[in-house]
């Protein structure tokens, strides 16, 4: 449901209108202007109809409530007062996410805002109306204060959505894609099908309908009231889905379809499809009738006398035919036909209550006809309200969003800079949605040609003051010193203030005041909902979060709410990092110039120990600073027995490992030392595996286990 528009500040106010209630949550008129057409959603339409083709500005927005959210923004403007030489601006925006409850479009200007929203609710209609200060012109400001207005704007009329940060999306081809994904839920499509069955006299089951061959003449001159017959392999409209040709006496298929309201609707007629004698369930007739949502059941009675002919819903099997408009038939083939309208549900399935209502019976002519589109179309939307089709939609939606938002106009501008005032330093963020493929991840990172990679994983916990002093040491002097002595490295952590990340930061810092060598790129890679940074305020309370280490420059921000949803992720890039490294098809021949440091460390380290292990990457162990690293240490040392080890990830690691212990007692300048040789261009023998350590990790999605 649409969320409620807020203002922040005084300077806007609200008030509400709420409709009359009933069917409609917007409504349309038929052809002649007697029915209505209902549950029309003009948000969904509103991108073309105010946006498409004009000048505006497309945002991708990165919000703690409810994860990405696209928006477009257009100013306009307004009408000048005959009291005032003053001429307002009106912004039109429109908020999107993967979830139906967060869509809407509105209208802001100093005197007016409407919101149109999904509602949920068929039976009830609200419209909001928001009053406020409409922004200054966005295309003549700076980038700060476009910002500043842009974020103002969303956080008056959203706040629900806690907006951390947000890119500008500047792709041309970014227009086409919205305007599809806003259409692919418009109710009223430009483009409809509905089935057509007919019934005899006495018929009750599908399977009687399916199998009459012929219509009547009663039933011909139905057809010709709904449109024309077309031959399909002439028909140059909406096909919805028929062949052109069939097998056997078919030739020359037919169907009947019209353009009304703007809209073509093609009928799937059951006697115009292919009739197989040898096929009792007609198969090729249901798959067609069978996936409509809603079907005219045309009963004609004839001249056979006796009881009316009852009709039972029950007897349908399909899963998405959900309303039956039952039409007979007075008179047929007559100036005196007249027809009677009923309407039936799929048995266990509430329908909302659609209109318009029927009277007792219809003479044959155009009133009828526009009644009986009318119907149907609301038959169907109607349906498209029920749960089996709304849970059809969230899941169809959102992989539309998934795709919206990982698509090449998308992906590559989900950047944004975060300027941290305790170092004076800038960092890039990459904030990809749940997910997005690594290989689209380091694309938008614009990290230059990585010639090596190092890798530092492990914690801090349970550590003595020496142990910390020496680590100091070992990441300022021997990892930092090492990745600036080889231009175009990469080190990879864990990005947070915290421990071994805290400890690399330093280093770098300390290979920056030294002012010797090349500074390498230090990339963290987080949990987006356990950290926070100057511009996003700390998620919650307690210690269990933590602030970003401010010597990266650059961080990739994962959609996961716990510490270790990033791990594979952050595996993900360091193995395509590192496999960028050794020269195509040389895979077996060339070790990647990539190595892994493992320190402390616990459970988390574990998994990443494992990745980096599967990815083929050299794992160096700083032995005696404690917990996991120590723990690897020893059993290499005693030489235990990989089956006797109770964790598979731990016996992974010390079977597949290429394990290198180096003790924290010797000097930094060593570890620096066996850094650089890992470095250095060499042969290896080959693997049978080594090809796997690579296999599709381009394609690997950064999804969070």
Not at 173 to 181: D, I, Q, R, Y
């Amino acid at each position: 449901k649409t969320s409620t528009p807020h203002c922040a500040n005084r300077a806007m106010s609200i008030t509400r209108k709420k409709g009359t209630g009933g069917r409609r949550s917007a409504k349309s008129v038929s052809e002649d202007g007697q029915f209505e057409i209902e549950r029309v959603d003009p948000g969904c339409s509103s991108y073309r109809r105010h946006f498409f083709g004009q000048s505006h500005c497309n945002y991708v927005f990165f919000t703690s409530a409810v994860g990405p959210v696209v928006v477009s923004i257009k100013q306009e403007l307004g009408e000048a007062d005959s009291k005032s030489p003053w001429v307002p601006h009106i912004e039109r925006v429109i908020i999107r996410s993967k979830d139906v409850d967060v869509r809407c479009a509105f209208v802001v200007s100093c005197t007016e805002l409407s919101v149109y929203g999904h509602i949920e609710d068929a039976e009830k209609l609200e419209e909001e109306v928001v009053q406020g200060t409409a922004l200054p012109d966005l295309h003549g400001l700076g980038g700060a204060k476009v910002s500043e207005t842009v974020r103002k704007l969303l956080s008056d009329v959203a706040p629900a959505l806690q907006i951390d940060n947000f890119a500008k999306i500047i792709d041309p081809a970014a227009p086409g894609l919205l305007l599809k994904f806003d259409e692919s839920e418009l109710l009223l499509s430009s483009k409809v099908k509905f089935g057509v069955l007919f019934c005899k006299h006495g018929q009750t089951t599908e399977k009687e309908m399916y199998n009459n061959e012929r219509g009547s003449p009663a039933f011909e001159e139905f057809l010709a009231l709904l449109g024309d017959e077309v031959v399909l392999k002439n028909h140059k409209g909406f096909m919805a889905g028929l062949p052109d040709s069939f097998d056997g006496a078919f030739k020359d298929p037919t169907s009947v379809y019209t353009e009304w309201c703007g809209m073509e609707i093609m009928f799937h007629v059951s006697t115009l499809m292919q009739f197989d004698p040898t096929d009792p369930q007609k198969i090729q007739r249901k798959r067609h009738i069978g996936n409509d949502i809603a079907t005219i059941v045309f009963i004609d009675e004839g001249d056979e006398g006796g009881e009316e002919t009852q009709f039972d819903p029950a007897g349908f099997m399909s899963h998405f035919l959900h309303v039956f408009i039952v039409v007979r038939v007075k008179g047929a083939c007559s100036p005196n036909t007249r027809y009677t309208v009923s309407v039936h549900t799929k048995p266990g399935t509430i329908v909302p209550a659609f209109g318009p209502d029927a009277g007792p019976e219809f003479s044959k002519g155009p009133r009828f006809r526009n009644f009986l589109l009318t119907k149907l179309l609301n038959a169907q939307n109607a349906a498209l309200r029920t749960p089996f089709f709304q849970k059809l939609s969230r899941r169809t939606r959102k992989q539309q969003f998934k795709e919206l938002i990982t698509g090449g106009a998308f992906s590559f501008k989900l950047k944004f800079d975060v300027h941290f005032p305790e170092s004076g330093s800038t960092a890039a963020i990459v904030r990809p949605p749940n997910g997005t493929p690594i290989v689209n991840i380091v694309k938008a990172l614009d990290i230059p040609k990585c010639k090596s990679v190092i890798v530092t994983i492990g914690g801090a916990a349970n550590m003595g003051p020496e142990v910390e002093r020496k680590l100091t040491e070992f990441f300022s002097g021997g990892i930092a010193a090492a990745a600036s002595g080889d231009s175009g490295c990469v080190i990879i952590t864990g990005g947070t203030k915290t421990g071994v990340m805290n400890l690399m930061g330093e280093g770098i810092q300390a290979i920056k005041k030294a002012g010797k060598g090349k500074i390498p790129l230090l990339l963290g890679v987080v949990a987006n909902d356990k950290i926070y940074y100057p511009g996003k305020d700390k998620p919650g309370e307690g210690d269990n979060f933590a602030e970003l280490e401010p010597h990266h420059s650059h961080f990739v921000l994962v959609d996961a709410d716990d510490w270790g949803g990033e791990t594979q992720t952050m595996m993900g890039i360091a193995s395509l990092l590192a496999w960028s490294t050794v020269p195509f098809g040389e895979y077996s021949k060339i070790a990647p110039k990539a190595i892994t440091v493992l320190s402390n460390g616990g459970k988390i380290s574990l998994k990443e120990a494992w990745f980096s292990v599967q990815a083929g990457l050299p794992l160096v162990v700083l032995k005696g600073s404690g917990r996991l690293a120590d723990e690897i240490c020893r059993h290499i040392e005693n030489k235990t027995p990989v089956e006797e080890i109770e964790d598979s990830q731990l016996r992974d690691i010390l079977r597949l490992g290429k394990i290198e212990i180096f003790e924290l007692g010797t000097s930094y300048k060593e570890l620096k030392k066996l850094l650089l040789t890992q470095f250095k261009d060499k042969t290896r023998k080959a693997k049978v595996d080594d090809n796997s350590a690579i296999t599709g990790i381009a394609e690997q999605d950064c999804n969070v286990q």
